[in-house]
C-alpha cells in the first residue's frame, strides 16, 4: 500500500528456510503484521501460499491482467485428494469479465482442467494423488479481463470513474470440507467468497501514475523503464487479496497505536475522505476494546464506484462513492459496519454463500459497541433501531419475515436486507439482553479467541455462546433465528 514502505524483518534463515523462495518464507508475511501479533504466523496451520505477477493494462478495449501465478497447496484433510478446485469469479456471467488460462501445471506436469458452476470454479487434476500432509505447486498462467461501468456483484469487479477495482481477480484455492469441495455459487447480490485463511505475495505492474492500494502492506515499489512501476505487496493470514488502483486517489492518514489507518478518495470529496478516516479510526479503536485486537499492521478506507453501500475486505473495506457527497449518519454506519467485518469474515470466517448470517447479523450487531464506545449508549440503541431493526419491521409490516439461517439463494435482494441484516442482527441484541453486557462480551471475545483464522459455523457460534454466557440460548434461537413471525 502506499504511504510507508515496510520491508520484512530479517532473521537468521535456517538450513531448510533458506531454500525456499521468499513467497513459501513465514517470515516474509512478518511486513504486514504488528509486532505483537507476528506469533500468529506461526500458529497457521500449513496455509495456502500465493505467489501472483500480475501486470495491468489499460487501453481502447478495456483495462485487462496478464498474471503468472504459483500455488502451494497443503492437503489438509484425512483424504487423498486427486485434483485441487479453484475459484474463477471473473467468470461469473454478469460481471462481464472473463479469465482465461494460457498454462496450467502442476509440479512442471500440464494439467487436465475440470470447469464447474458457470466456469467460476476449476478442478485441476493432479498427476498422482495427493496423501493428507502433502504439498503440490500449481503452476497457472491467465488473462483477465476487466468490465467497464458494470454495477453486477455490487461492482467490485469494475472500471468506472478512473477507478479499478480488482476483486477476486486470481484464482483462490476452494475450501474442501471432508467430502468434496464448496463450489456454491451467491446469486449477483451477497458475497461471493468463502475461503480458509492465506499468504499472499503479489507483485503488480501499473502506469507509473498510479496509486495501488491493496490488502495487507507494500514491502517496495520499483520504477520500470516503459514507464510503470512495480508494487510488492505481502498479506497477513487473509482469506483475500484486494487491489484498487487510480491515477485519481488522494488520501490522507492516522493512528491508531502502531496501526496505521489510510483513507482514499477524490480530491473532490475531501471534507468526507477526512471525516470517514476518524470514523475508521474510531471504530477500530472500539472493536479492539470490545472483541480483541486487530493483527495487521495497516487498515484502508477506500471510496469506491460500487453499487453497495459498502464492501469489506481482509484489511481493506470500501464505501460507497455517492456516500461520500451526501455525508449524513448513514455515511458513518456504514463506515462502522464495515470496519467490524475485520473481526467478523476477516479473522472469523464462515461460508459467506450458504450461511450469510454469521458474519452479516453479527457484524450489522456489533456497530452497537461503536456507538456506544465514540458517544454514548442512548446513541447506539436509536441508531440501531433506525438503521438495523426497522429493517427487520420493514418485512413484517409486508408479511415478508423468513428463517434467519439460510443462503444468500433463498432470499430476494429486498429480503436478503430485510432478514440477514435486519432480524439476525437483532437476534444478537436479544442475545445481549439475556446474557448481560458482560457476558455477552466474553462470549464475542472467547468466539474470536476460538476461532480466529478458521471456519466458523452456526455450531460454533452457539457452543461458545452458551459455554461463556452460561445459559441455554437454544430457545432464542429457535425463536428469532430459524423461525418467521417472532415478536418484536
Not at 103 to 117: C, H, I, K, Y
Not at 254 to 271: H, Q
Not at 302 to 325: F, Q, R, T, W
Not at 365 to 391: C, H, I, P
Amino acid at each position: 500500500m502506499p504511504g510507508v514502505v515496510r520491508r520484512a524483518v530479517a532473521r537468521e534463515p535456517t538450513a531448510a528456510a533458506a531454500q525456499l523462495p521468499p513467497w513459501q518464507e513465514l517470515n516474509t508475511y512478518r511486513a504486514a503484521m504488528l509486532a505483537s501479533a507476528v506469533g500468529d504466523l506461526a500458529t497457521l496451520d500449513r496455509p495456502t501460499l500465493y505467489h501472483i505477477v500480475a501486470r495491468l493494462t489499460l487501453d481502447d478495449g478495456g483495462p485487462s491482467i496478464s498474471a503468472v501465478q504459483d500455488t502451494r497447496y497443503t492437503n489438509r484433510s484425512e483424504s487423498a485428494l486427486s485434483s485441487i478446485f479453484f475459484r474463477l469469479f471473473p467468470n461469473k456471467p454478469s460481471y462481464g469479465s472473463e479469465l482465461t488460462f494460457r498454462r496450467v501445471t502442476v509440479d512442471g506436469m500440464e494439467a487436465n482442467l475440470e470447469f464447474q458452476q458457470e466456469r467460476t470454479a476449476v478442478g485441476v487434476n493432479l498427476p498422482q494423488a495427493l496423501q493428507a500432509g502433502q504439498a503440490v505447486t500449481v503452476h497457472m498462467e491467465y488473462n483477465v479481463t476487466v468490465p467497464v461501468a458494470n454495477a453486477r456483484g455490487y461492482g467490485t469487479f469494475n472500471s468506472q470513474d478512473g477507478v479499478l477495482l480488482l476483486s477476486n481477480f486470481f484464482a483462490i484455492a476452494a475450501v474442501w470440507e471432508g467430502r468434496g469441495w464448496n463450489l456454491s455459487l451467491a446469486p449477483d447480490y451477497g458475497d461471493p467468497v468463502f475461503a480458509e485463511t492465506s499468504l499472499c505475495f503479489l507483485e503488480l505492474t501499473v502506469p507509473q501514475i498510479m496509486t495501488v492500494v491493496t490488502s495487507g502492506s507494500t514491502t517496495g515499489k520499483r520504477e520500470n523503464q516503459d514507464g510503470t512501476m512495480t508494487w510488492t505487496c505481502v498479506s497477513g493470514p487473509m482469506r483475500d487479496m484486494m487491489v484498487v488502483t487510480s491515477d485519481r486517489f488522494t488520501s490522507s492518514s492516522t493512528a491508531v497505536g502502531f496501526i496505521r489507518v489510510n483513507s482514499y478518495y477524490l480530491p473532490e470529496n475531501k471534507e468526507a475522505g477526512e471525516a470517514i478516516l476518524g470514523y475508521a479510526r474510531d471504530a477500530l479503536r472500539a472493536y479492539q476494546q470490545s472483541f480483541g485486537n486487530y493483527p495487521f499492521a495497516e487498515l484502508d478506507v477506500v471510496a469506491a464506484p460500487i453499487s453497495a453501500g459498502g464492501m469489506e475486505y481482509p484489511g481493506l473495506v470500501m464505501i460507497a462513492e455517492p456516500y461520500y457527497k451526501t455525508g449524513g449518519e448513514y455515511f458513518e454506519f456504514v463506515a462502522a459496519h464495515e470496519v467490524a467485518h475485520q473481526w467478523w469474515y476477516g479473522l472469523v470466517g464462515s461460508d459467506q454463500v450458504n450461511e450469510p448470517w454469521l458474519d452479516e447479523s453479527l457484524t450489522n450487531f456489533s456497530t452497537v459497541y461503536y456507538y456506544e464506545n465514540t458517544y454514548d449508549r442512548g446513541r447506539a440503541d436509536l441508531v440501531f433501531k433506525n438503521y438495523v431493526q426497522s429493517r427487520y419491521q420493514v418485512a413484517r409490516d409486508h408479511d415478508r419475515d423468513a428463517a434467519v439461517n439460510q443462503p444468500v439463494a433463498a432470499f430476494s435482494p429486498e429480503d436478503y436486507g430485510y432478514i440477514v441484516y435486519g432480524k439476525g442482527a437483532v437476534f444478537f441484541y436479544r442475545l445481549r439482553e439475556k446474557l448481560g453486557d458482560e457476558a455477552m462480551l466474553a462470549f464475542l471475545r472467547a468466539y474470536l479467541q476460538d476461532r480466529k483464522y478458521k471456519l466458523s459455523t452456526s455450531a460454533d457460534l452457539l457452543r461458545l455462546a452458551e459455554d461463556t454466557g452460561g445459559q441455554d440460548v437454544t430457545d432464542l434461537y429457535q425463536d428469532w433465528v430459524l423461525s418467521a413471525h417472532t415478536k418484536l
